[in-house]
Structures are given as C-alpha cells and as structure tokens.
C-alpha cells in the first residue's frame, strides 16, 4: 500500500545563513508587480517588504521599485522587425520621453540580488510584471545580438502569491527569463503561497503568515540568494 501524499517535510531543507561580513554592502533591488494603488493590500508586495528586512539584517542595502507606480509604455517589439533594432538605450525609452523604464533598467544593473514578487492572474505572472519582462529585451538582445553581456554574477529570487492558481507555471516562465538576461538561480529561489480552491480571500494573509512552509522558503531564500551573491563577489 503506497504511503499517504503529505508533501515535503518542514525543517529537512535548511539553508545556513551567509556570513554577516561578506554581505556588507550587498545591493539588494525588490520590484513589486503589484497592481495595488496601496502597497499594503497587496500580500506579494507584503511579502517582498519582509525579504527586504531580512536583507537589512545582513548589512545589504536595499531598494522597492513598484511598477505601478512608473509610467511605463509597452514594448513596442522593434526585435521582430529585425534584432539589431532591439537596442539598449531601449529605443521605447528614446521615443516616449515620460517614459521611466530607464529607472528600472538602472536599478536592476546596479543590483547584486533582484527579487521580483508578483500576485498570480489566471495562472500567469501580473500584467505588470510582464509588461516588465518584455521592456527587458533591450538588455537580453545586448548580448544575444550583440555579444555584450550587461548582467552578469547577479542572483534573482521571486516571490509569488496565489489564491487557487498554481505556482510552478509561473515560477518556470520568470526563471526561464532571468536565466536569459544572465542571472544566477540560487538552491532556494522562490517563496510562495498558494490558497484553498474558494473564493474567500478574505484571510489569506492570516494564512501566509501561519504557514511554516512559506515562511521557511522566505528564509532559505534570503540566505541562498545571499551565499550565491557573496561567492560571485569573489569572481
């Protein structure tokens, strides 16, 4: 008879904390793609705000960027009219002049560790967040096109909050993307939380925080990231 399906096993997967000398200094950018008007209703965002602190534990310095509140136009996909179009300046950014994705583009160069949070919408990561993803073509097709590599020993993590939709899809699909633009996985690179198959969302943060497992990924996130970023200082 086949044992009962009860998941993995809380406290197997450990991550030893980095060591609080190597992090100093480490540059740690949060990007929320959070459609909130207010920041503290969103459990993602929430959730992004929490790794941050835990960041500044170990000395890093850390930055939020919320998507929504940039004004950011579409890509327009110069690349498919012909790559060598797909230009970093983004040519987007060239055309519209209130256009603020060059902030983006800054903070994510500048950056040691990015974390990326996104809610889940039909099973897919935000229309934010991938209004992002495609902005970032202009640093991908560098060096795809170009053969100039502008990210490099960077480490990126997400976090992702649900309420009945599933996390795999979403994770592949943004690790997927980092993975192209040049950024380390770390072991534990995800955190996220997944509701009950209802429509009563009403409690879910009582639940997020409630959640060993959750908030065990939070940690091992935080501390993998941080390993990883510390041992590519040193290359």
Wanted: aromatic share 10%; proline share 4%; charged share 20%.
């Amino acid at each position: 008879m086949p044992a009962p399906l009860v998941g993995r096993k809380f406290g197997v997967n450990i991550i030893e904390p980095p060591d609080l000398v190597r992090c100093q200094g480490i540059r740690v950018l949060g990007i929320s793609g959070s459609s909130r008007q207010d920041g503290g209703l969103s459990k993602s965002e929430r959730m992004l705000k929490r790794a941050l602190q835990k960041y500044e534990f170990y000395g890093c310095t850390t930055e939020i960027i919320r998507l929504k509140d940039l004004k950011i136009y579409h890509c327009e996909g110069n690349y498919s009219e012909d790559p060598s179009y797909c230009i970093y300046p983004c040519m987007t950014s060239l055309k519209y002049l209130d256009d603020q994705m060059q902030t983006v583009y800054d903070a994510v160069l500048a950056c040691d560790i990015l974390v990326l949070a996104s809610p889940i919408r039909w099973n897919n990561h935000s229309a934010l967040v991938q209004k992002f993803v495609e902005r970032m073509n202009a640093v991908e097709n560098q060096y795809s096109w170009y053969g100039n590599r502008m990210i490099q020993n960077k480490v990126a993590g997400l976090i992702i909050i649900g309420h009945v939709d599933g996390i795999q899809h979403v994770a592949g699909n943004l690790l997927n993307f980092f993975s192209w633009l040049g950024f380390s996985i770390p072991d534990v690179a995800i955190t996220s939380w997944v509701g009950e198959n209802d429509e009563d969302t009403t409690h879910d943060w009582e639940k997020i925080e409630a959640n060993p497992y959750t908030q065990e990924d939070l940690v091992n996130m935080v501390n993998s990231s941080l390993r990883l970023a510390c041992s590519l200082k040193d290359l």
